[in-house]
């Protein structure tokens, strides 16, 4: 039963991956439909800020009030507690049943349904429906989270264990979370919301295998996750996949992206983050799509920028499990739990330092409003897949302007940038190597109070 749909672009998954990019290309005019059914499982996630603020800007307004918050992140880690900052509790799938009405009420096609297969054809992708219909379209969209990338995940993590998750009724019904490292390998993140609570643990295989048989022994046996959790009863617990790897981004007329593209691991608490990025970096990529006809740098853009967030989350969760690691050798050896996770993906540090003597200017695709388009950009060793604006000020410019020593150019430029040029100021100055920005440029700019950078543009 063959249906085409009158789409440029199907979606396969409303999870917040396929639902930004909907809305993004919606946005841009093109025709989008998105398939999708709501998730089954009822987890509870924590989203900071930034992606509360991404959602609103996408106008996924309902799936933004389904945050609850702002709440203390309250961390325990290596004997360490800290609240670095704010997070929100989404109530999942409520959250994902109002990401498809955000769309629905955007004018947006939404067909609520189980996807048998995906598949690109030659000239079109086909997508199957459980009723038997099979829709059509140019280009398709492989969104199904980390069900659509079973099998075609590289570079895995050796170490990767589903997590366990246990969920009962809470006695006290303010809503609150924590994360905390586990004594000896393993850690938790447990939150509280509309009188349920949820805990979700990260342990080995053997710790997993032995605290399922009985789990009411294994939590009475933790002492700081019984604290939380308190006397409630264990009304459910089961295992969600977390097998962290990246995929290929492009088969033939399918793309893919969120966690069908990069699966992170649920300790850095961004994938709802890296999937609405994910998004922001795909939907210029498929709308240049239809005026290019070379696919290969915009495949290239694509793949490169999950990469980098790839390899970036990775090395961000390897340096926990390192603190973690070093805080138990103090006082014995650290679990092989933390050790197993030290050396992963490698030992490159978080982030590159950024001499000026490595900053370069070169020629390179950038997100240019709706479309990806050829700029100047700024090559760090940290930014290789380079900067093109901060602020909204195109920074290759100044740092030529800088290169050169010509400051009448750096400030002509500062002047020129009008308010956006404090948050340029502000963002050269993290740079501790690099030579100070002319002065009084920023006076003559007549800036007195500070915009927010909103970073680079790739
Ligand atoms: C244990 C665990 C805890 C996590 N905790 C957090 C957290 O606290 N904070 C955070 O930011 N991230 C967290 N994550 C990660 C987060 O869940 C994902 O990164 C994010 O949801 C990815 O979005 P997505 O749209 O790519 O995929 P998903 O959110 O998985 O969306 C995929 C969509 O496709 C649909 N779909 C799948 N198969 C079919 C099919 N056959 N037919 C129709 N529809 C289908 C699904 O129902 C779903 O709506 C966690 C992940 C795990 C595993």
């Keep these: 039963m063959r249906q085409d749909v009158d789409s440029e672009i199907v979606i396969a998954g409303g999870g917040p991956a396929g639902a930004a990019l909907a809305m993004l290309l919606h946005r841009a005019g093109r025709r989008v439909t998105l398939v999708g059914r709501v998730r089954y499982y009822r987890a509870i996630e924590g989203i900071a800020r930034r992606s509360l603020q991404a959602l609103h800007s996408l106008g996924l307004h309902r799936a933004a009030a389904c945050a609850v918050g702002p709440l203390p992140r309250r961390v325990i880690w290596g004997g360490e507690i800290r609240a670095p900052n704010a997070e929100w509790l989404l109530p999942r799938p409520a959250f994902d049943a109002a990401l498809l009405e955000d769309l629905h009420e955007a004018g947006i096609p939404v067909i609520k349904a189980r996807i048998t297969f995906l598949e690109s054809l030659k000239s079109d992708v086909r997508l199957g429906l459980a009723d038997g219909r099979i829709l059509t379209a140019s280009w398709g969209v492989e969104a199904r989270g980390r069900a659509g990338a079973r099998r075609q995940f590289r570079d895995a993590a050796p170490w990767s264990t589903p997590a366990w998750i246990l969920r009962g009724e809470a006695a006290d019904s303010a809503p609150a979370s924590a994360a905390l490292s586990l004594p000896g390998g393993g850690w938790a993140w447990w939150s509280r919301l509309k009188g349920q609570q949820y805990l979700q643990l990260a342990l080995t295989e053997a710790s997993l295998c032995q605290a399922r048989c009985d789990p009411d022994a294994w939590l009475a046996a933790q002492p700081d996750l019984t604290q939380l959790w308190g006397q409630a ?182 002047v020129a940038a009008g308010p956006a040029a404090m948050a340029v100021a502000r963002w050269w100055a993290d740079h501790p190597d690099w030579p100070t920005l002319p002065e009084p440029a920023l006076h003559s700019s007549g800036v007195t109070t500070p915009s927010p950078v909103d970073s680079a543009s790739q």
Excluded at 270 to 294: K, Y
Excluded at 385 to 392: H, K, N, P, R, S
């Design 233 to 414: 009863k264990i009304r459910h617990h089961y295992q969600r996949p977390s097998l962290l790897g990246r995929t290929r981004v492009r088969e033939g007329r399918l793309w893919r992206l969120g966690d069908a593209a990069m699966a992170i691991d649920p300790l850095s608490g961004q994938g709802i983050f890296n999937a609405l990025s994910s998004a922001h970096g795909l939907a210029p990529v498929l709308n240049s799509l239809f005026e290019e006809t070379r696919i290969a740098p915009l495949e290239r853009f694509h793949q490169r920028r999950q990469d980098a967030q790839y390899w970036r989350f990775a090395r961000a969760g390897r340096d926990f499990y390192r603190q973690a690691a070093y805080q138990e050798s103090i006082d014995t050896d650290p679990a092989p739990y933390w050790t197993a996770r030290c050396h992963w993906p490698d030992h490159q540090p978080l982030h590159l330092p950024e001499p000026w003597a490595r900053v370069q200017v070169g020629r390179g695709l950038a997100i240019i409003g709706t479309r990806l388009a050829e700029r100047e950009l700024v090559f760090t060793p940290d930014q290789p897949l380079g900067i093109q604006a901060v602020a909204g000020i195109p920074l290759a410019p100044l740092v030529k302007a800088m290169q050169e020593g010509d400051h009448d150019a750096v400030r002509a430029l500062l």
